[in-house]
């Protein structure tokens, strides 16, 4: 079955505490993001990944750092967690565009999310 | 830069009433428009989408048509059901420096009551 997996789930921590939220795609896909999800705010990207070995910032990565050592693995680390960063993450892939096609996008494929509570 | 605005919610309508949910966005070149849905507890899934002027996305007996000349990409359902009960986020997808950026609305939450 096509899917993107996170783990984990639910997540209560504690200020400062690092930790990492895991994201595996099968798909074979070469994009990857992070979003984070507050309410009023809708969905804010943090981090996205055109390809392995190649990370950007999207809107709000202060406090956030990713890995793409392999094209299916995307992991998202908080080094030093503080409570404004608790929030339901997602994790998302896509696949490149088509040849050809030089503006537009393809569907993203969402993981499950992971709420995280920062204490 | 690229921005999505969609209607406040939360929307609450009675079984087998109209829905529409409003969205208008702003952005440079030609954007892709997506509609995608969240039900309690998951992630966001697909709706529809529509990848340039005029084109009608729809799935699920909802649809939506891009809109360029008003910059809009209205949801619409004709006979709502208790499944629909959701969130729904507006999205487009742009071109960013040769990344396909995705800019999403803020969500409208649709309760739908028997």
């Known amino acids: 079955e096509a899917q993107v997996t996170q783990n984990p789930r639910y997540l209560i921590t504690v200020t400062g505490k690092k930790l990492t939220v895991t994201c595996s795609q099968n798909?074979?896909?070469?994009?990857m993001s992070w979003y984070r999800q507050d309410p009023g705010l809708g969905l804010r990207q943090i981090y996205y990944s055109m390809n392995v070995e190649v990370t950007d910032k999207g809107d709000v990565p202060e406090g956030y750092k990713v890995s793409r050592k392999e094209k299916r693995n995307f992991p998202l680390i908080l080094e030093s967690p503080s409570p404004n960063q608790t929030s339901l993450y997602f994790c998302a892939s896509s696949p490149r565009a088509k040849a050809g096609f030089t503006t537009g996008g393809n569907e993203q494929f969402f993981g499950p999310g992971t709420r995280l509570t920062v204490l | 830069g690229n921005s999505v605005t969609q209607m406040e919610g939360p929307v609450t309508l009675s079984e087998e009433a109209f829905l529409t949910i409003n969205c208008t966005y702003t952005?440079?070149?030609?954007?892709?428009l997506f509609w995608y849905v969240q039900y309690p507890g998951e992630g966001l899934q697909l709706l529809l989408k529509a990848t340039k002027a005029d084109d009608k996305g729809s799935n699920k007996g909802f649809e939506a048509t891009y809109r360029k000349e008003t910059t809009s990409f209205h949801l619409e359902k004709g006979s709502v059901q208790v499944s629909d009960s959701a969130v729904y986020f507006c999205a487009l997808s742009g071109d960013s420096g040769g990344y396909q950026k995705v800019t999403f609305g803020t969500g409208t939450k649709l309760q739908v009551i028997p």
């Open positions: 798909m074979n896909h070469e994009y």
């Open positions: 952005a440079t070149g030609y954007p892709s």
